[in-house]
């Protein structure tokens, strides 16, 4: 026992080239989850840590909930912990891009080193089944006769689905009166109890709904069909070259050892080719995106320019 | 399949000895993590979750069933022998609860608790299997401007409940209404009251608050008296009850009020269980001939909350199984339990799964009805044991218990400070007559009624009367005016047979 309490703190005190050989033997890995248990996210990361148990060989990963501040505490968190593979995080993208132009946070873009993507959620744009409105040509042409008529819930400005109905407004020349809603299900209920006209949203939560019946999908901002719901008409089939949404993926604090980044991001990929996740992910509406750390990194710093921009001209706050 | 076939081979199912052994472990499980302050029901819950994932579905529910159930009447264990409530919707059974033990009955109020809670929840679980759908189409007659006016029904209860100082029971909501006020704005997202320190970007969580009003004060005074009398039992002691409380029958009344006010305040996404336990609280104390005897030891007042709340219970599970839509946090909780299994909640599930469902309703049932057995036992031979203990060991356990139920909420040590500043805070509002209650329904009622104002007036594009015009907030504001004249008018009533009594 005290001969394992010394190496242990033996490996501690390694310099990171040589911790970096025992990683992750030792300790386990903290895995940050900047929303509350139960939630999306949260059912997300504890549906894979079995799998990359699996496929990191020793490995023993602990969620963490660091909920609050709009993701803000958690997604500080992994950013500012030490770069040794022990603590990564799940980030939101895009609400952990926006929130350091909205205020002054403790973590940029650059504190992060992407690992990888797992989910893409792409923005929907949604009615109630007995709607008026069934198309998005409809919408657009009411919209422009009355401007600010249409009540649109999003889900909190700054958020992915504020941003996704942004681009619309812009791209089609409409003006509508935003609603945000704290969360999916009390805009849920808002739109199929008839208190708003249509939510933007998810696919990921809209499909289940659309399926029912209760409500139906007027646009997708995926370039293509997505398969959990192929009924679904995308933006760009309607003459709207929008590709917008949720991503959620694994990043560790910037300063990680590359030979870490990759061994997780290897990890994560076998994962997401596991059948017996791949099973899981369906039941939960979960639309699978992978990217490995190079793309994934690339990915999100265009993204986090494109907000940039957007904040430069627009400023939501 | 027809619903009977489907009732039938559920009921088959749920008896199942993996099954049942399912259902009162995690009976058992809720009981305890209620019963510790700051520990709840959703986290219980949260934390089941994962384990779940290799579990057969009904092992899983049946554990989720019992968790649920057992943890809301968990609460009312130490709310009664410490007056600390284990749970926010347990705060009215301390009013009376506390008072009973003081004279002896703990055991009896014991047994009135989970008896309540017993039937509180086998009402609500009935009411879910059979009502599920009409009572879904109620929950979509609430949008925010509906929410907003329950939000001020929610309130003006307070009001009532402000007891005999009413200027210092509204400072105590003004109190709540403040602290609610901290963090992000979530309609603009501006800072408020956060003085540009991180931690307060986030608001505070009313189980921080909570745990601190209630649960540091008890511990300093049980800490003085262990000071002043050295190492001596606390003489709060469960002695075996003189009398048995038997008198059931007058507690059938306010059952029937109870279970009715806690169903129906479920179907309400957000409100909870507290609003059930106190609205149930005021309605049985209204409805008394001798409402004086409330907050005095009343068997009534203590049913009336334990029914109230756990009667909340498989209601607010309505929204989540018949619109996939979960109404609250702990049916947020649920329902990811449902997805774990592969389920999708909604009308689909009805269809695609019928005996699944129908027998997670069947135990929401009877993990209700075993709170008749495991209930009172859990209470009596477990927690009761406690109070035999020294004061100067019972402080330091419940110091600590509320630290670690407040850390596990977001792994926060500010969260440990805000508590111990909190606690501080109870204890001097105590010390000065102000009562507590009104700080935690301030804290749950305030940023609601304040969001659902502002989604409502954004909605009706600033108009401020057709945010009132709709039937259903008719009839709530209607309900709100019934409520803030009744002391108005009894004011005047007394002042008028003052007055005659007096020329006379």
């Known amino acids: ?317 | 399949m027809p619903m009977q076939d489907a009732l039938l081979s559920a009921l088959i199912e749920i008896f199942a000895w993996q099954n049942f052994l399912a259902m009162v472990v995690g009976v058992i499980g809720g009981i305890v993590v209620g019963a510790l302050p700051g520990l709840t029901a959703t986290m219980g819950i949260a934390i089941l979750i994962p384990l779940t994932f290799t579990m057969e579905p009904l092992i899983a529910l049946g554990m989720v069933a019992g968790i649920y159930n057992g943890g809301i009447y968990g609460g009312a264990i130490p709310a009664i022998l410490l007056g600390i409530p284990g749970t926010s919707s347990s705060i009215p059974t301390t009013f009376d609860g506390v008072p009973l033990a003081r004279r002896g009955d703990a055991e009896n109020a014991l047994r009135v608790s989970a008896y309540s809670s017993a039937i509180g929840g086998i009402a609500s679980g009935v009411a879910l299997l059979i009502l599920a759908p009409p009572l879904a189409t109620v929950t979509l007659l609430f949008g925010p401007a509906e929410y907003f006016w329950v939000a001020v029904f929610g309130m003006c209860s307070i009001a009532v409940l402000l007891g005999d100082d009413a200027f210092k029971g509204l400072i105590s909501a003004a109190i709540g209404l403040l602290i609610g006020t901290i963090g992000i704005d979530s309609v603009s997202g501006h800072e408020r009251f956060t003085f540009d320190i991180f931690y307060l970007t986030g608001g505070f969580d009313f189980i921080v608050l909570l745990a601190g009003l209630y649960g540091i004060p008890p511990a300093i005074t049980l800490a003085q008296t262990a000071a002043s009398s050295a190492i001596a039992s606390s003489g709060l002691s469960v002695t075996r009850a003189k009398t048995r409380f038997r008198d059931w029958k007058s507690l059938v009344p306010t059952w029937i009020r109870s279970s009715t006010i806690g169903i129906v305040v479920g179907v309400l996404p957000g409100v909870g269980g507290t609003m059930a336990a106190f609205l149930s609280y005021n309605e049985a104390r209204r409805a008394d001939p001798d409402p004086s005897s409330f907050g005095k030891g009343s068997y009534k007042g203590l049913a009336a909350s334990e029914c109230g709340n756990n009667a909340d219970n498989a209601s607010s599970l309505i929204p989540t199984l018949t619109l996939g839509v979960p109404g609250n946090a702990v049916a947020a909780v649920i329902m990811g339990a449902f997805l774990v299994q592969g389920l999708q909640p909604g009308p689909a599930m009805f269809r695609s799964e019928p005996v699944l469902v129908y027998a997670f309703i069947l135990q929401m049932i009877m993990t209700a009805g075993m709170l008749f057995f495991l209930g009172g036992m859990i209470a009596l031979r477990v927690f009761a044991p406690v109070l035999r203990l020294p004061p100067a060991l019972i402080a330091p356990v419940v110091i600590c218990l509320s630290v670690i139920g407040v850390y596990t909420i977001q792994n926060s040590i500010f969260d440990i400070y805000a508590l111990l500043g909190f606690g501080v805070l109870g204890y001097l509002l105590q010390a000065t007559g102000f009562p507590l209650a009104p700080v935690v329904l301030g804290l749950i009622l305030g940023p609601m009624a304040e969001q659902q104002l502002r989604l409502a007036l954004i909605i009706a594009r600033g108009d401020f009367v057709a945010i009132s015009t709709s039937a259903v907030s008719l009839i709530i504001i209607s309900l709100i005016l019934v409520v803030l004249a009744i002391p108005l008018v009894r004011f005047v009533r007394g002042h008028i047979v003052r007055n005659r009594s007096r020329t006379r």
Request: no cysteine.
């Open chain 1, 1 to 317: 026992m005290k001969k394992l309490l010394g190496l242990t703190l033996a490996a501690g005190l390694m310099l990171p080239g040589a911790a970096m050989a025992d990683w992750p033997a030792g300790q386990p890995i903290n895995l940050v989850v900047a929303y509350s248990a139960g939630g999306g996210t949260d059912i997300l990361a504890r549906t894979m840590v079995p799998f990359l148990e699996r496929y990191i060989e020793g490995a023993r990963f602990v969620v963490v909930n660091r909920p609050g501040a709009g993701g803000e505490f958690g997604f500080t968190e992994s950013a500012n912990a030490t770069p040794d593979g022990y603590t990564i995080g799940f980030v939101n993208a895009p609400a952990f891009l926006t929130l350091p132009y909205e205020r002054q946070t403790r973590y940029t873009f650059e504190s992060f080193e992407p690992i990888a993507n797992l989910v893409t959620d792409p923005a929907s744009l949604i009615v109630r089944a007995d709607s008026n409105i069934e198309s998005l040509e409809q919408f657009v042409a009411y919209a422009k006769e009355n401007p600010n008529a249409l009540t649109v819930g999003q889900q909190g400005y700054g958020g992915s689905m504020h941003l996704s109905l942004e681009a619309m407004l812009r791209s089609a020349e409409i003006e509508v009166t935003q609603v945000p809603f704290p969360g999916i299900p009390p805009a849920s209920t808002a739109l199929l109890g008839g208190h708003i006209a249509a939510n933007m949203w998810g696919l990921g939560e809209a499909a289940p709904l659309a399926k029912e019946g209760a409500i139906r999908v007027l646009g997708v901002m995926a370039r293509d069909r997505v398969a959990l719901y192929p009924d679904a008409p995308t933006f760009a089939e309607q003459g709207y070259d929008l590709f917008s949404g949720s991503d959620r993926g694994f990043a560790a604090p910037a300063g990680t050892p590359q030979e870490i980044i990759d061994t997780l991001g290897a990890a994560i990929e076998r994962t997401l080719q596991d059948p017996e996740f791949l099973a899981a992910a369906e039941a939960q509406f979960l639309p699978l995106n992978y990217m490995g750390p190079a793309e994934y990194k690339a990915y999100l710093g265009e993204l986090n320019q494109q907000i940039g921009q957007l904040w430069e001209t627009n400023p939501w706050r």
